[in-house]
Protein backbone atom coordinates (compact mmCIF):
# COMPACT_ATOMS: atom_id res chain seq x y z
CA UNK A 1 0.00 0.00 0.00
CA UNK A 2 0.85 3.33 -0.93
CA UNK A 3 4.40 2.08 -2.50
CA UNK A 4 3.23 3.24 -6.39
CA UNK A 5 2.43 0.44 -7.67
CA UNK A 6 -0.12 1.87 -10.03
CA UNK A 7 1.87 5.01 -11.08
CA UNK A 8 5.08 2.89 -11.58
CA UNK A 9 3.25 0.50 -13.67
CA UNK A 10 1.66 2.71 -15.60
CA UNK A 11 4.60 4.50 -16.46
CA UNK A 12 6.71 1.57 -16.79
CA UNK A 13 3.42 0.13 -19.32
CA UNK A 14 4.46 3.44 -21.21
CA UNK A 15 8.30 2.58 -21.63
CA UNK A 16 8.08 -0.73 -22.54
CA UNK A 17 5.26 -0.49 -24.74
CA UNK A 18 2.63 -2.86 -23.46
CA UNK A 19 -0.85 -2.24 -22.11
CA UNK A 20 -0.99 -1.95 -17.81
CA UNK A 21 -3.49 -3.63 -16.06
CA UNK A 22 -3.81 -3.04 -12.43
CA UNK A 23 -5.87 -6.03 -10.65
CA UNK A 24 -7.62 -3.90 -8.74
CA UNK A 25 -8.76 -1.55 -10.85
CA UNK A 26 -10.40 -4.66 -12.78
CA UNK A 27 -12.03 -6.07 -9.88
CA UNK A 28 -13.77 -2.76 -9.71
CA UNK A 29 -14.56 -3.00 -13.27
CA UNK A 30 -15.80 -6.41 -13.40
CA UNK A 31 -17.80 -5.83 -9.99
CA UNK A 32 -19.10 -2.23 -10.96
CA UNK A 33 -18.49 -1.29 -7.50
CA UNK A 34 -15.19 -0.09 -5.46
CA UNK A 35 -13.04 -2.40 -3.63
CA UNK A 36 -14.04 -0.88 -0.14
CA UNK A 37 -17.71 -2.07 -0.94
CA UNK A 38 -16.35 -5.91 -1.71
CA UNK A 39 -15.05 -5.61 1.90
CA UNK A 40 -17.93 -4.37 3.58
CA UNK A 41 -20.54 -6.84 1.92
CA UNK A 42 -18.38 -9.94 1.27
CA UNK A 43 -15.47 -9.51 4.00
CA UNK A 44 -11.85 -9.67 2.84
CA UNK A 45 -12.41 -13.44 2.18
CA UNK A 46 -14.89 -12.58 -0.66
CA UNK A 47 -12.61 -10.29 -1.88
CA UNK A 48 -9.20 -12.52 -1.86
CA UNK A 49 -11.55 -15.00 -3.86
CA UNK A 50 -12.35 -12.21 -6.39
CA UNK A 51 -8.22 -11.46 -6.63
CA UNK A 52 -7.37 -14.94 -6.98
CA UNK A 53 -9.34 -15.74 -10.21
CA UNK A 54 -8.71 -12.36 -11.83
CA UNK A 55 -4.85 -13.00 -10.96
CA UNK A 56 -5.10 -16.12 -12.38
CA UNK A 57 -7.01 -14.79 -15.27
CA UNK A 58 -4.66 -12.16 -15.73
CA UNK A 59 -0.99 -13.67 -15.36
CA UNK A 60 -1.65 -15.94 -17.93
CA UNK A 61 -1.24 -13.20 -20.52
CA UNK A 62 1.43 -12.07 -22.41
CA UNK A 63 3.13 -8.62 -22.38
CA UNK A 64 1.08 -6.47 -20.07
CA UNK A 65 2.35 -4.77 -16.88
CA UNK A 66 0.24 -6.11 -13.57
CA UNK A 67 -0.05 -4.19 -10.74
CA UNK A 68 -1.68 -6.40 -8.09
CA UNK A 69 -3.01 -5.01 -4.36
CA UNK A 70 -0.17 -5.84 -1.65
CA UNK A 71 -2.29 -8.75 0.06
CA UNK A 72 -2.14 -10.81 -3.56
CA UNK A 73 1.34 -12.48 -1.76
CA UNK A 74 -0.76 -14.27 1.02
CA UNK A 75 -1.98 -16.93 -0.88
CA UNK A 76 0.53 -19.57 -2.19
CA UNK A 77 -2.04 -20.06 -5.76
CA UNK A 78 -1.26 -16.24 -6.26
CA UNK A 79 2.66 -16.42 -5.55
CA UNK A 80 2.71 -19.36 -7.53
CA UNK A 81 1.10 -17.59 -10.97
CA UNK A 82 2.85 -14.98 -10.58
CA UNK A 83 6.09 -16.60 -10.25
CA UNK A 84 5.47 -19.21 -13.02
CA UNK A 85 4.08 -16.78 -15.30
CA UNK A 86 5.67 -13.40 -14.95
CA UNK A 87 8.62 -11.03 -13.63
CA UNK A 88 7.88 -9.92 -10.35
CA UNK A 89 8.99 -7.06 -9.21
CA UNK A 90 8.82 -5.96 -5.28
CA UNK A 91 8.04 -2.07 -4.91
CA UNK A 92 9.94 -1.61 -1.61
CA UNK A 93 8.64 1.20 0.75
CA UNK A 94 9.01 1.97 4.10
CA UNK A 95 6.12 2.14 6.88
CA UNK A 96 6.59 6.07 7.15
CA UNK A 97 6.52 6.48 3.48
CA UNK A 98 3.33 4.16 3.20
CA UNK A 99 1.98 6.20 5.66
CA UNK A 100 2.62 9.35 4.26
CA UNK A 101 1.07 8.45 0.94
CA UNK A 102 -1.98 6.72 2.37
CA UNK A 103 -2.88 8.96 5.29
CA UNK A 104 -5.15 11.36 3.42
CA UNK A 105 -7.06 8.41 1.65
CA UNK A 106 -10.56 6.58 3.26
CA UNK A 107 -10.86 3.94 0.39
CA UNK A 108 -8.62 1.15 2.15
CA UNK A 109 -10.44 -1.05 3.82
CA UNK A 110 -7.59 -2.31 5.97
CA UNK A 111 -6.34 0.91 7.43
CA UNK A 112 -10.12 2.14 8.83
CA UNK A 113 -8.86 1.17 12.58
CA UNK A 114 -8.10 3.61 15.35
CA UNK A 115 -4.28 3.43 14.54
CA UNK A 116 -3.94 2.76 10.76
CA UNK A 117 -0.01 3.43 10.65
CA UNK A 118 0.37 0.03 13.28
CA UNK A 119 -1.61 -1.76 10.68
CA UNK A 120 0.56 -0.89 8.07
CA UNK A 121 3.56 -2.23 10.30
CA UNK A 122 1.15 -5.10 10.81
CA UNK A 123 0.92 -5.79 7.08
CA UNK A 124 4.42 -5.04 6.21
CA UNK A 125 5.68 -7.65 9.05
CA UNK A 126 3.57 -10.41 7.28
CA UNK A 127 3.83 -9.53 4.03
CA UNK A 128 7.42 -8.39 3.22
CA UNK A 129 9.16 -12.10 3.50
CA UNK A 130 6.73 -13.04 0.87
CA UNK A 131 7.18 -9.99 -1.59
CA UNK A 132 11.01 -10.90 -1.15
CA UNK A 133 11.03 -14.17 -1.28
CA UNK A 134 8.86 -13.98 -4.63
CA UNK A 135 10.47 -10.97 -6.31
CA UNK A 136 13.08 -11.77 -8.96
CA UNK A 137 13.49 -7.59 -8.52
CA UNK A 138 13.32 -5.42 -5.69
CA UNK A 139 13.06 -2.02 -6.44
CA UNK A 140 13.32 0.94 -3.33
CA UNK A 141 10.92 3.43 -3.35
CA UNK A 142 11.50 5.92 -0.85
CA UNK A 143 11.79 9.43 -2.12
CA UNK A 144 12.21 8.83 -5.53
CA UNK A 145 9.92 9.73 -8.39
CA UNK A 146 8.13 7.48 -10.45
CA UNK A 147 9.72 8.21 -13.67
CA UNK A 148 13.38 7.08 -11.95
CA UNK A 149 11.30 3.91 -10.24
CA UNK A 150 10.08 3.00 -13.89
CA UNK A 151 12.99 3.81 -15.74
CA UNK A 152 15.43 1.55 -13.00
CA UNK A 153 12.55 -1.40 -13.52
CA UNK A 154 12.60 -1.18 -18.21
CA UNK A 155 16.44 -1.42 -17.75
CA UNK A 156 16.46 -4.58 -15.59
CA UNK A 157 14.02 -6.01 -17.90
CA UNK A 158 15.36 -4.98 -20.88
CA UNK A 159 18.62 -6.13 -20.21
CA UNK A 160 17.10 -9.55 -18.81
Request: hydrophobic share 35%.
Amino acid sequence: MGAGKSAVGRQLGRLLNMEFIDSDDEIERRTGVDIAFIFEKEGEQGFRDRESRVIDELSQRQGIVLATGGGVVMRDENRNCLAARGFVVYLQTSVEQQWQRTSKGRHRPLLLREDPKAALQELMDLREPLYKDLADLVVDTDGRKVGSVAGEIARCVNEG
